[in-house]
């Protein structure tokens, strides 16, 4: 449960200056009483009986919720806050009531001085709360302003914009993640999480032959089961694409918060994949089409005729980046051809890269969404770009002095740059991309990438003045109550020891936990005596009611593994890793995460106790075993066929169960502690 308490005046709170108030991102307020209201008095969420079943039309979704349905969005989002309060339809705000209705008479202008329908008026009175949006979305955003300030204390007012993006083309990202990070974004208004939804490892010509070239990582996400498209996904991918059921239901989750999912099918460079089906339709660098052959366009225009009905977005990405410069008639051709290919079909506009747009030629003008190098990540090492976004850039990275903006293409000379108020720049995107494919990161490593300063890079995108002071005394607080996710795989505990089985007890297949959380197990099929579980067959498993931790951890444990356990059964599971005894063939004890394996140098002994500890701290992951020195599981990234790089990885502790597929023997002194 957190302090709930919204105060009319600022008189608790920190103030920037007399008509702003801290959250992320800022926004400007007016104070207009000095009474106090606290959210403990709130006993519903009312939805204007008018305006219901009200859309907004102008963002970037197709499938934009009503009203009411960001209402409901809100309520859930309090319950995870420790206050149930009902939704209602009704005609007028009410004594202990946040009242949710659409602007009448306000006009709402974005930093850049642009009517917008993300803005909002939240107005906090002694008897209640109204948040008039300009639209639904705007109302959303101004619940968001409501939750932030209910945390730290505090009151009111509006302004808007914003872009965030991710390459799933190198990585797949299970659905539950994107929607975990849609909420994520959502908490602090961002609207738009653009996909990269294919893609391929650097098609090293120098070095690759043909053969290895068709077979280098290279994705394609989406999986139908059109004939236009058949063979597009290999069925060794199957695993590592969405049907169109999981990208409806990931679309119609993040709209459901307000964020808008664009999708990108990259061509006619980054078309490893599209070769690897149809390998006559490349140039002699297999990764670029062959923008001449008479069957490209064709097919480009298959998929796009096949997918196009699966977008819920009015924009959609064609890629067009990173071509061959000296085919700069061909580019255009493409270009122009999908574009009204896919807005004869569709109606959709679309977007595309500018990096080697090989054209001299001058055309009219076009809308910039700003996604210069400034905030280009690559996960975990590139040869020149940062690995996380840098947080001094976001508050200092404007040259004419101050924190940056999405008028800001040049961090060094102020010169280059348009005016903040140009109308062709649209907004700003912060891209982190997968170059060393998906052994390099673990899932949750993109998370990580974002999770201390995309906060921070909101607020500078919606136009707001936080001070790098400001955000760092605010930002773990807000972090820790962002509804709809857990990315951080925290646990509640009422000290440093999450978790601990003694091992002492039993009954009925119960496992106490003695740590005063009340994680009691749950044994099947195994025997619990004089301190340890012991299981003797390959279905036995104790069950926790935890699944995973998250940065920083200790999990120790004895363990006595049979020499009739096979080689490949897990010690622990869970749903973001595993601890495996070996791979099936090698007997080295190896996490895995996203079915990669990390591998020790290490093979746990058969048939005696060895005391174990695996640890998360920070960006790493280490074993300690029988007392000895710790053992770091590491990332081993190949760079473009050319060499190796070792990096730390951060895997979650398996936590779901211990023993269950295969494992065979005894585990004693279990124990979770929160820190490393
Ligand atoms: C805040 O006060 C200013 C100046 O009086 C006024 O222009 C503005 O409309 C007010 N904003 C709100 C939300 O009341
Ligand atoms: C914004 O919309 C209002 C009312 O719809 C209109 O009067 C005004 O001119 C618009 N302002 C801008 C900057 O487009
Ligand atoms: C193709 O997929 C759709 C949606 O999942 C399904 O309804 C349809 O039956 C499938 N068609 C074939 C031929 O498998
Ligand atoms: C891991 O964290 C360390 C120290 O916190 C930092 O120096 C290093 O750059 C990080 N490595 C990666 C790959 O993020
Ligand atoms: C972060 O940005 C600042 C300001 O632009 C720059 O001076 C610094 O070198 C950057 N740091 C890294 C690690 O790139
Ligand atoms: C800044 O950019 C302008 C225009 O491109 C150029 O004329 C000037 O030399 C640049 N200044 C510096 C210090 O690089
Ligand atoms: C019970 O465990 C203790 C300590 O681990 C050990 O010394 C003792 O022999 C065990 N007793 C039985 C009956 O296994
Ligand atoms: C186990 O790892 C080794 C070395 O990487 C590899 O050669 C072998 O194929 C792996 N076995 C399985 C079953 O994955
Ligand atoms: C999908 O299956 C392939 C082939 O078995 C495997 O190499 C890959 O790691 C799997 N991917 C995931 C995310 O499980
Ligand atoms: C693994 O460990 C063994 C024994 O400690 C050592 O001889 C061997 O060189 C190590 N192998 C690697 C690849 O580090
Ligand atoms: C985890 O440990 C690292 C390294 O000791 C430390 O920098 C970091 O602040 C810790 N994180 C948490 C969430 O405690
Ligand atoms: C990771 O994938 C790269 C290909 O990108 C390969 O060179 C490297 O050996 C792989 N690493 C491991 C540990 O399998």
Redo the contacts with the bound molecule.
Sequence with gaps: MRLFSIIAAAASVVVISAKTLVGIPTFNFNVTSTAQFSLSKVTRVLVDSRFQNTVDSEGKTLIPPTLLAFAQTFASDLLELGLRVPVEVASSAQPGSIFLTISTSGVFLDAAGRNTSEGYTLTVGSQGVVIAGASPLGAFWGTRTLIQQATLGGMVLPIVLTLEQLDAGRHYYPPEFLIEICAYLSFFKQNTFHLHLSDNLFNNVDIYSRERSLDLYAAFRLNS?DSAVEGLVRPYRFNESY???KFDDIQSSCAARGVTIIPELEAPGHALVIAQWKPDLALDDLSLLNISHPDTIPTMEAIWRTFLPWFHSKTVHIGADEYDSSLANDYILFVNTLSSFIRSSSGKDIRIWGTNEPSNTSTQGYNVLNSDDGFYIVGKFSGSYPQQLNITRIFEGNPAGGAFAPYVFDTNNATNNPPRNNPRVVGHIAAQWNDYGPNATTVSEAYYAWRNALPALADKQWGGVLTRAQYDAIFENLHSVIPGQNLDRAIVSKTDVILRYDFTTASGGKVTDSSGNGYDGTCLACSISNGTVSLSSPSSRLTTPLSSKGRNYTLSFSINPSSKAPIGASILSGPDSALVLGNGTLPNLALISGNQPYVLNYTLPRDVWTDVALIGRGNATFLRAGGGPEMQFLAILGINGDSFEWKPVAVEAPLAQIGGNGFLGSVAKFELLGSA
Excluded: K, L, Q, S
């Design positions: 089961n049907t169109r059921e």
